[in-house]
């Protein structure tokens, strides 16, 4: 018999045995179901049609049996709908194993209702976004349920659960000014000061700087592709399709490379550009280590402490400060949004409001500037 092309539900015929069977896919492995003998099914429609009769059993069974428990709606959303990307999918088991699963793992998913959740989010020891990254995702598992099939198709009540405070950050984003940023570069040692260069020449993501490979420098033209990223040393697409482009790089940023390139031991095209010498190049250095550099660092240098994500916001500053307008800025901070651009990222870290409030304080007094 000739093999039949195996997809989701699709129904074949084993001759040999004269029995129709429902062939499909789940979590990579192949699934082989009865449907019923040729004699009792002479065709492939009617096949098709005792496969349909059988799910419509099987989804009025579960119906009378009532909304499954929380615990097997997960299970069955890390098989079918659990993002692909790593660090989403980390944030999610973390979310699901602390606080979810403890709490409501054991009730049926319909019992997870607007006021019970909201008083339950409210007391959690949590920032309001982590609360509110509970609650999207308590909305994702409402909304896999129905689309499953495994609850009726109705307004997903965890749309009127508030969490206050939610868009609201506890500390500010910091910015370095430039003597700042320069007091703390003295204090790095290689690989770590030109991996902070690359962080706020660029704007790069640690976990976007980290995954950069030397086939990623295109010498000639002088531009950098964002290719990636690298979150628990797990290597994975980059945030947003935004994210992946091609940089220009400055003259003086190709030397620091070309510098660099010239003191590492891992200098191939496929090799990491910030290869770390425990992981004999496999991998490059791990986030927590380079976050530990920088902290120490920049505590060193006097400019308090300091995370990562630092150099991106640093970036976004500088070129505002430089007067680059906000549709060039949120292309170079590679955003999909420019809300994001405007609301989250920049500060003021120069004299500029200074200039500009004596400028007006000139016109009002008749003054020359």
């Not at 065709?43 to 049996?65: G, I, M, P, V, Y």
């Not at 000014?177 to 704007?203: I, M, Y």
């Not at 280590?289 to 630092?310: K, L, M």
Request: hydrophobic fraction near 40%.
């Amino acid at each position: 018999m000739k093999r039949a092309r195996q997809k989701k539900g699709s129904v074949v015929l084993d001759k040999r045995r004269g029995v129709w069977n429902e062939l499909a896919s789940e979590d990579g492995h192949r699934r082989t179901k009865k449907i019923g003998l040729l004699r009792d099914l002479p065709t492939k429609a009617s096949a098709l049609q005792a496969l349909e009769d059988q799910r419509n059993h099987s989804t009025a069974d579960r119906k009378s049996q009532g909304p499954p428990i929380l615990n097997a709606i997960v299970e069955q959303y890390r098989l079918e709908k659990m993002p692909k990307r790593h660090s989403t999918s980390q944030a999610y088991e973390c979310w699901l194993r602390n606080h979810i699963l403890p709490r409501w793992g054991r009730l049926q998913l319909t019992e997870a209702q607007p006021r019970e959740v909201e008083l339950w989010l409210g007391q959690l020891s949590l920032a309001p976004k982590s609360r509110a990254h509970i609650r999207g995702l308590l909305r994702r598992l409402w909304d896999f349920a129905m689309w499953a099939r495994l609850i009726p198709i109705e307004r997903n009540p965890m749309e009127l659960v508030t969490v206050q405070g939610a868009s609201k950050r506890k500390r500010k984003p910091r910015s370095l000014t430039v003597e700042e940023f320069q007091k703390f570069a003295k204090e790095l040692d290689e690989p770590f000061r030109s991996l902070a260069l690359v962080c706020v020449c660029f704007g790069l993501r640690i976990s976007e700087a980290l995954a950069l490979r030397w086939s990623d420098v295109d010498w000639l033209n002088a531009t950098l592709q964002i290719e990636r990223g690298i979150v628990g040393q797990v290597v994975d697409e980059v945030k947003t399709e935004s994210s992946r482009k091609a940089l220009s790089v400055d003259s003086a940023m190709l030397e620091v490379l070309q510098r660099w390139k010239q003191l590492t031991h891992f200098r191939s095209e496929s090799d990491w550009i910030f290869a770390s010498p425990a992981q004999r190049g496999r991998l490059p250095w791990s986030y927590p280590w380079v976050w530990r550099i920088f902290r120490d660092s920049a505590v060193a240098a006097g400019v308090g402490a300091i995370g990562t994500h630092t150099m991106r916001h640093t970036y976004r500053s500088w070129l505002d400060a430089e007067g680059a307008s906000l549709a060039v800025q949120q292309k170079l901070m590679r955003h999909a949004d420019i809300r994001t651009t405007m609301n989250v990222y920049g500060d003021i870290v120069t004299d500029e409001m200074t200039v500009a409030s004596g400028k007006v304080a000139g016109l009002a007094l008749g003054k020359a500037n």
